[in-house]
């Protein structure tokens, strides 16, 4: 009776009077309505503790960061906490470093920073390294390849401010010259990697200023460094921890350069002098009788080697995992027999260009134990012996995963064919050009002849 004196109850739960509801019910309800309850409960930001939101946050990348920092005021905190900054790779933001970008990195980052990369930001000059070097102390990861703009005026950078670094790459710097190098051996002692490719300016000058103060020096690479030679070469035997050299194109380096080198430096995984041109099988020789920890030689357009320099290099050289051969046009089916024997690691070899290679070859090295059981990869475009029995050879090698055979032109569409129906786990390089299409014969339209030609 109470209620119906007062009014009637809509399906909503909301008293009606008179057939009106109550504007101030309506107004009770809403105001009920707990601000707290709009926020699910069960939304990340309102369960998970700092910490581990920090965490979390350590793993994405500077978009992934600057997407969540937008999400609240709480995650932008934390998403631009310098401690995720440990990490930054620029690269994908190459064309739009500005100052006011490098200043805004280098004050987020502060001390946190680790591992820079600012691959092919061509834009980046001096100023902005210096800074980077003076806000963060304790990089130790510092990419700069293709930093077109760097120049020697970066050297005080190196010299004051980047004391903890031990990866290095100022490869196509392509300003960089022998007072960085002399900046790098005084600023840099705990240096462990540095690439210098295509720093066409630097020479044994430089060379020989690192070897004095980077000895803990463990991978340099100087490819197409052409200005370096015998004597910058010589100069490295003071890194006795110097465990892979890339001397690739580097022209003015002879047998007593790599002698020397070998003699020097016992610790030698991976050596590569491709290119250059002037080596003899003297260079195999000391290679073979000094380095017997070497795993990767690559050796590739050097034409003065021959069979005898490889004999003596697999017989000391046991642990060779990869060579490059590439143009090693003097070499003959006894380098293979050789390496069969002396070679039971070996994974990848390529023997692209060299023309006296044949069948005979390739069967004693795929019927060797690293044929059979470790190469992985066999590169043979334009051995123009190879045959089709050299198919039978190859299948046998039960780990193989890529064979070459471009321009062999005794391999015939039909071996190709056999080859990957007996081994479908086997990619296949190779190229045949298309058919050439049939003369027809007869054609009224073709034959036609003009009245002079009659004539004639």
Request: with cysteine; glycine share 6%; net charge neutral.
């Amino acid at each position: 009776m109470e209620l119906a004196s007062a009014g009637r109850q809509d399906s909503n739960g909301v008293v009606v009077q008179n057939g009106q509801s109550t504007n101030n019910n309506i107004k009770k309800l809403q105001n009920g309505v707990s601000k707290k309850s709009l926020v699910p409960e069960n939304f990340i930001h309102t369960k998970l503790p700092d910490a581990l939101i920090l965490k979390i946050f350590w793993y994405l990348d500077i978009i992934s960061l600057c997407r969540c920092a937008k999400v609240s005021n709480k995650w932008k905190g934390l998403a631009l906490d310098g401690s995720n900054w440990s990490h930054v790779d620029l690269f994908e933001f190459q064309t739009d470093i500005t100052p006011y970008v490098v200043s805004s990195i280098t004050s987020r980052c502060g001390p946190f920073l680790r591992n820079l990369s600012l691959k092919g930001c061509k834009s980046i000059e001096d100023k902005a390294i210096l800074a980077f070097s003076t806000h963060c102390h304790y990089i130790e990861v510092l990419n700069l390849n293709g930093c077109t703009n760097i120049s020697p005026r970066c050297d005080t950078a190196f010299e004051s401010y980047f004391g903890n670094l031990r990866w290095l790459d100022l490869s196509s710097c392509v300003l960089v010259d022998d007072s960085v190098c002399l900046a790098i051996s005084v600023g840099c002692p705990k240096l462990q990697h540095l690439d210098l490719s295509w720093c066409a300016l630097v020479t044994n000058t430089g060379t020989l200023s690192l070897a004095r103060g980077c000895h803990n020096l463990q991978h340099l690479l100087l490819r197409y460094c052409k200005l370096i030679g015998d004597t910058g070469v010589k100069g490295l035997t003071d890194c006795k921890n110097l465990s892979l050299l890339s001397l690739m194109n580097c022209e003015e380096v002879t047998d007593s350069g790599i002698v020397h080198l070998t003699k020097g430096c016992k610790e030698l995984r991976c050596l590569s002098v491709s290119g250059c041109t002037q080596l003899t099988d003297l260079t195999l020789t000391e290679i073979g009788n000094n380095c017997p920890n070497l795993r990767t030689l690559e050796l590739a357009k050097l034409v003065y080697l021959s069979d005898r320099g490889f004999k003596n290099l697999v017989k000391g050289c046991n642990s060779l995992e990869k060579m490059d051969l590439e143009e090693c046009q003097s070499i003959t089916d006894s380098s293979l027999i050789h390496m069969s024997i002396h070679c039971p690691s070996l994974q990848s070899l390529t023997l692209s260009n060299c023309e006296r290679i044949s069948d005979e070859g390739l069967r004693y090295l795929c019927s060797s134990f690293a044929g059979q059981t470790q190469l992985r990869e066999l590169e043979l475009d334009n051995c123009k012996l190879i045959t089709d029995v050299s198919i039978d050879h190859i299948i046998q090698c039960r780990s193989l995963t890529r064979v070459d055979l471009y321009d062999c032109m005794h391999v015939s569409r039909g071996g190709i064919k056999h080859l990957k129906i007996r081994r479908p786990d086997i990619t296949v390089h190779a190229y045949f050009p298309p058919d050439t299409p049939p003369v027809v014969q007869n054609d009224p339209v073709h034959n036609r002849v003009c009245r002079c030609c009659a004539l004639l």
